[in-house]
């Protein structure tokens, strides 16, 4: 799925509309974000693990914040997220001279000598073809989303990420914010409840009972933009219904300033023509598109239908029917 910036559809609408210079560019990108926001963006989700500073009593929530996979806190401010990578390996030699081997990696090319491993964010990415193309990644990868880095001292889970955080548990029960919690999340479980730490999620931030420390979150995103709005996927009907939106809203201010009926009328119609050309950009969302469906048609097509003819009898041998359920 191609994407496109808020920033983008909002100064094309403005160009369009003729509308530059008289209405409020931010205005406008947070009514259109908030309507982005009621599509279906779960197969869009990206897997983020970001660290954060905790300062009283609270952080405020990434960007893009869907559903909780993990939470671990540490009270120590100078714990970073390192990453070891290995550019040169040393022996000694054993022939007397004291001489030592070193082998190391030196590329023009590829190699970056800035260092970058204490990066605050990491988005998990994979090529969507090759995932296709292994499913076993996927169910690998899934089990860092409830995996954790073995149990310390006190019996509390260790963040696979990083050893000096804890998985800490909700100082609320599980019911609270349900949805905001990937379905069995480590938080949730029992062996996080003992844990003298606690946190909630709220609405913008994420409150703690510790004053200050650090925390380290592993959480489902919807795609974001530089400006920190969701990215809108390059629907033509989603772009429609965000025209559609922004008429609504200003028909509705100005039939709330004179009362006037045919605002009124303006504004029942755009919502009309909203609320269609959302349902026609849900149902594009959630179908597969025509490419795909060919790709897997043609790889599945044939390995299981036998063939027949005009008059529909199957004139396939068993020996190659069976040769095609063979999936190589």
């Given at each position: 799925?191609?994407?496109?910036?808020?920033?983008?559809?909002?100064?094309?609408?403005?160009?369009?509309?003729?509308?530059?210079?008289?209405?409020?560019?931010?205005?406008?990108?947070?009514?259109?974000?908030f309507l982005v926001s009621k599509m279906p963006y779960v197969e869009y989700f990206e897997h983020v693990i970001k660290l954060v500073d905790v300062k009283d009593y609270q952080c405020e929530k990434p960007a893009g914040?869907?559903?909780?996979?993990?939470?671990?806190?540490?009270?120590?401010?100078?714990?970073?997220?390192k990453r070891t990578?290995?550019?040169?390996?040393?022996?000694?030699?054993?022939?007397g001279t004291g001489c030592e081997l070193v082998i190391s990696l030196k590329c023009d090319t590829c190699?970056?000598?800035?260092?970058?491993?204490?990066?605050?964010?990491?988005?998990v990415d994979v090529d969507r073809m090759w995932e296709l193309n292994h499913p076993e990644f996927k169910y690998g990868h899934m089990a860092w989303y409830y995996r954790h880095g073995g149990l310390g001292n006190d019996n509390i889970p260790i963040s696979p990420y990083h050893p000096k955080f804890k998985v800490i548990g909700p100082s609320r029960?599980?019911?609270?914010?349900?949805?905001?919690?990937?379905?069995?999340?480590?938080?949730?479980?029992?062996?996080?409840k003992s844990s003298p730490e606690k946190f909630v999620l709220d609405e913008k931030a994420i409150r703690f009972n510790v004053r200050e420390g650090k925390a380290l979150i592993s959480y489902f995103s919807v795609p974001i933009d530089p400006e920190g709005y969701r990215k809108i996927p390059d629907i033509p009907e989603l772009i429609e219904a965000i025209t559609w939106y922004i008429h609504e809203r200003l028909a509705f201010i100005e039939y709330?300033?004179?009362?006037?009926?045919?605002?009124?009328?303006?504004?029942?119609d755009a919502r009309n023509q909203k609320e269609?050309?959302?349902?026609?950009?849900?149902?594009?969302?959630?179908?597969?598109?025509?490419?795909?469906?060919?790709?897997?048609?043609?790889?599945?097509?044939?390995?299981?239908?036998?063939?027949?003819?005009?008059?529909?009898?199957?004139?396939?041998?068993?020996?190659?029917?069976?040769?095609?359920?063979?999936?190589?």
């Open positions: 799925m191609r994407f496109l910036s808020n920033n983008s559809i909002i100064t094309e609408y403005l160009e369009f509309s003729g509308h530059s210079g008289e209405l409020k560019k931010g205005t406008l990108q947070k009514w259109a974000d914040f869907e559903e909780l996979i993990q939470l671990a806190f540490c009270a120590n401010k100078n714990i970073r997220v990578e290995v550019v040169e390996w040393t022996q000694q030699l054993h022939n190699q970056n000598i800035e260092c970058t491993c204490n990066s605050p964010e990491v988005v029960d599980g019911f609270f914010n349900a949805d905001q919690y990937i379905k069995g999340c480590l938080n949730l479980s029992a062996a996080c709330n300033k004179t009362r006037d009926t045919t605002y009124q009328r303006d504004y029942i269609k050309f959302m349902g026609i950009a849900r149902e594009r969302i959630l179908s597969q598109d025509y490419q795909s469906f060919q790709r897997d048609l043609g790889a599945f097509y044939g390995r299981y239908l036998p063939t027949e003819d005009a008059q529909g009898n199957v004139i396939d041998l068993y020996h190659n029917v069976m040769s095609r359920l063979n999936l190589k």
